[in-house]
């Protein structure tokens, strides 16, 4: 059973940087996609960033390109998100998941078959 989950949350201003870690295990294969999505107040969940743990593959959401950076551990265990120059419109539950094979340049939801119970950020103006 694959469980996900997520730390690193919290409040920051406008501007400031935020660090969100996903710690994985019971995978049974080695490579897999894992994704960062958010959900803000009112909103659908949408994607945020993608990474493909064998390598050679990341892929952005226009909203937050050029200021978030995903990125895994050395033991392919723990997925970041590193969210710079953050904007109120940030604020948003975050939520990590993972799926074995997604199409390139997916970020649906309904790809990812494994979830996180997520992490709240705020970023106040």
């Known amino acids: 059973q694959v469980q996900l989950v997520e730390s690193g949350g919290g409040s920051v201003q406008a501007g400031g940087s935020l660090r969100l870690s996903c710690a994985a295990s019971?995978?049974?294969?080695?490579?897999?996609?894992m994704a960062w999505f958010r959900q803000g107040p009112g909103k659908e969940r949408e994607g945020v960033a993608v990474i493909y743990t064998g390598g050679g593959y990341t892929y952005y959401a226009d909203s937050v390109k050029g200021r978030f950076t995903i990125s895994q551990g050395n033991a392919k265990k723990t997925l970041y998100l590193q969210m710079n120059s953050l904007k109120p419109e940030d604020t948003a539950m975050y939520y990590c998941a993972a799926a074995y094979t997604v199409d390139i340049g997916s970020l649906i939801p309904g790809d990812f078959a494994y979830w996180g119970q997520g992490t709240q950020v705020t970023v106040s103006s």
């Open positions: 019971g995978y049974t294969y080695s490579n897999y996609f």
